[in-house]
């Protein structure tokens, strides 16, 4: 049996009951399934493959900031998928992982010259440019390696995309990528550039976009841009359109995948270049929950709380932008319900996984699971509290394999230095 699901009144992933695995590996603890991830990619991948001609397939760069544990790279690098990075330390995870570097893009509006530097040296696909600054920083740093840096720059679209007001990056006002008026001075300062090749463009207008006409949006925009700079004598042989694909979490209606493949087919296709895509959430976010147990039932006059041993430095998404994590008992699930704020034990009243939030009626010492937990889950977690990063383990039909340990106090403060004044 794939992916999470019920036998028996208990919770399972794959075929391994999540109780056996607390029992294992205790709890807080990251629970992924390898087929969930293996058939997200597959119907992307099939989507694409339906839709579009053979010779335009896009490479599926999946962006690793949404869940970067090394064997997760590794099942996505052996399904075929290319990566998205925004630093030196997820292109040092990939390239470990076993990603050609010619399948790797890297993305961000602060590249550092140690990043830069590494991602030239190992041959990476493109870097996708955000800012006119960046072309002078990126020329000065291929010079003196002498290499040439293929570069495309990321298109502001004005365009508003994400599920939440954090995480949508395509609207003016954000931070990221290169206004439509400004993107052919950055094609003409490339041009005087010996180290610096511009090729294309990039978008990506946010994450967990369930207004999936805003995609038709912007991609409306390209051709019109592309045309243009091309008739000025510019190059633009790759487009690269992001990610942003929403999951579902509680009862959203899902983007239809066939339907925006076809709106790539028809509106960036005829543009004859090479397709990039940066999935991150899509692959990963369903195939993944967060194990835990409760720790009290506190009832005070006003509410009752289920206090789990998960935080919000373990999973910071309800805390960061409101979101919704369905929260579950592992066992004997058949109960009725009750009102609950369900929290975490770290100091912060923001410590909240949900408030007014009907659950089966709970106990001190029972397991309990947040749904959904695969993307920007681990990877955003933090050391709070001191509090010890939790354990990640994969599930394969009825292996379950440790793929990340629970982290020991000893690695989380054991650099810690006494200054000799204080001594
Ligand atoms: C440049 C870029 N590409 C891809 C992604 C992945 O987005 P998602 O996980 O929503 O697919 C992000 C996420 O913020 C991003 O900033």
Redesign the pocket.
Known sequence: MSGFHEKNNALYAEDVALSDIAAEYGTPTYVYSRAVITTQYEKLAGAMAKAMPKSRQPLLCY?C??NSNIAVLNLLQKLGSGL?V?SEGEMRRGLKAGFDANKIVS??VGKQDSEIAFGLKEGIHQF?VESIPEIYHIQKIASELNIVAKIVF?LNPDVSGGGHHK?S?GRKRDK?GISIERVAEGFNIAKEMSHVEAVGL?M?I????FNVQSFREAFEKLPNIVHDLRAAGHKVERLDI?????IIYNDEQLLDLDAYAQWVNEIIVPLETEIIM??????V?NSGVLLSKSIHIKETQDRSFVVLDAAMNDLIRPTLYEAYHGIEPVENRQRTHKLYDIVGPVCETGDTFATDRSMAEMQAGELAVIKSAG??GFCMSSNYNTRPLPAEVMVDGDMVSLIRPRQSYEDIFGGDIVPDFLK
């Open positions: 962006a900031k949404a998205e925004v993305t961000g996708n990321r995480i990056t990221f990039s990506h946010g994450s967990q976009v992001g990610g942003g694909f929403p940066e999935p991150g959430r899509y692959m976010g993307a920007y």
